[in-house]
């Protein structure tokens, strides 16, 4: 869900962040490896798994946490304030990492970011060091053992120790942090429910695919990192009901242009193989958009081609490109892209007509939502 197309840094503010960041998040696995060598000196590996994971992100979430905290009040750049920002971003990455785990084991996605998923090397390991037992059963035990350690200093790392006047403030925040963990876990069981078909009617196929949307990526990718930003810096209701708004629109355009990179995207970029949605069967706006299309001509090749091939894992690179000549011939794909489009732009609408916001945040936010939800490079016609 990261984009290897997000700028590193937009101002020497959001550098700063940046960097208090990675000093905590480094401060926090030094102190977790030397925790589980203590324990169990051949349990300290996970930590080093954990930390070369986390290498290649872009830390948007975190990222969008602190812009949201700096357009409600620069006091965000105080230090004491950056720090317990950096806090916060840093247990969105830890809880981010926590929910990737699990998902490329539930997706067996081969690669993330470039390089093997956690579960492959783990089961890579098992066959080098000659373990017993079966290579993937124990890659996937450590990958879920992985996950839940991450999910767990995460809300260590959330659970701030605050000042005796930012107390509620801090408060607020982590509420928003249990909220995020909630909502992204019910996000991705509705994910797996849904890609197993336990949503029969076609017509339901994209409002299902939206509630997925909803709380699996809008919630955790943006609205709930923006409101945690926005809440350890006291925001009022009418702020914070207008960044949420912002984020609704944002996050839904970041997911609908995620899937739009599975199909028309540049692997090299992503990290991941393109035509990855389609073999696991993916049940996206985009496949339900293609599908009702076909249905809508009375396409039965192309139907019948959908039914062979979505959710197959073996399908070959021809297969892959049929569907996604379909996707396209259908309208699917430019239909998507215009969603996304108009999207982006009612999102610029509210962040700009929202008073009360700090000029520069209020543009570092919008740089953001502009580089996470643009289309440039990809053919997806107009």
Do not use: N
Not at 206 to 221: F, G, H, N, Q
Not at 354 to 375: F, K, S, V, Y
Request: glycine share 10%; net charge negative; with cysteine.
């Amino acid at each position: 869900m990261t984009r290897s197309d997000l700028p590193s840094a937009t101002s020497p503010l959001d550098a700063r962040f940046h960097e208090v960041l990675q000093q905590v998040l480094t401060g926090e696995l030094d102190a977790r490896r030397a925790q589980l060598t203590a324990i169990a000196p051949e349990a300290a590996g996970l930590v080093d798994s954990l930390r070369a994971f986390l290498v290649g992100g872009k830390l948007l979430r975190p990222r969008l946490c602190f812009g949201a905290a700096r357009a409600c009040s620069t006091s965000a750049e105080d230090p004491e304030e950056l720090l317990a920002l950096a806090r916060l971003g840093g247990a969105i990455e830890l809880l981010q990492a926590a929910a990737l785990l699990h998902d490329d084991l539930i997706d067996r996605s081969p690669t993330r970011r470039g390089r093997p998923a956690v579960h492959v090397e783990m089961a890579d390991r098992h066959r080098a060091e000659g373990l017993r037992g079966e290579a993937e059963r124990f890659g996937g035990a450590v990958t879920i053992i992985l996950g839940d350690l991450a999910l767990s200093w995460a809300r260590d790392l959330a659970d701030l120790d605050a000042g005796p006047g930012s107390q509620a403030r801090m408060r607020d925040a982590r509420a928003q942090f249990s909220s995020l963990a909630t909502e992204v876990m019910t996000g991705q069981f509705l994910d797996v429910l849904h890609q197993e078909g336990g949503f029969r009617s076609p017509a339901d196929d994209e409002a299902a695919a939206l509630a997925v949307i909803r709380w699996k990526t809008v919630s955790y990718s943006v609205r709930r990192p923006v409101l945690m930003g926005a809440a350890q810096q006291g925001a009022d209701a009418a702020v914070r009901e207008r960044l949420d708004a912002w984020s609704e629109s944002i996050g839904t355009a970041f997911q609908l242009r995620d899937d739009l990179l599975s199909v028309v995207g540049d692997e090299h970029a992503t990290g991941k193989p393109t035509g990855g949605d389609v073999r696991e069967g993916k049940r996206t706006v985009l496949l339900a958009r293609t599908r009702s299309a076909a249905s809508a001509r009375e396409d039965a090749r192309g139907l019948d081609l959908l039914d062979r091939v979505v959710g197959r894992e073996d399908a070959d690179d021809d297969e892959i490109e049929a569907v996604r000549d379909l996707m396209r011939s259908t309208g699917a794909v430019s239909s998507v892209a215009a969603d996304i489009r108009a999207l982006s732009a009612r999102a610029e609408a509210v962040l700009a007509g929202t008073p009360g916001l700090e000029e520069e945040g209020r543009e570092g936010l919008a740089r953001l939502g502009r580089a996470a939800t643009e289309l440039t490079g990809l053919d997806v016609g107009r």
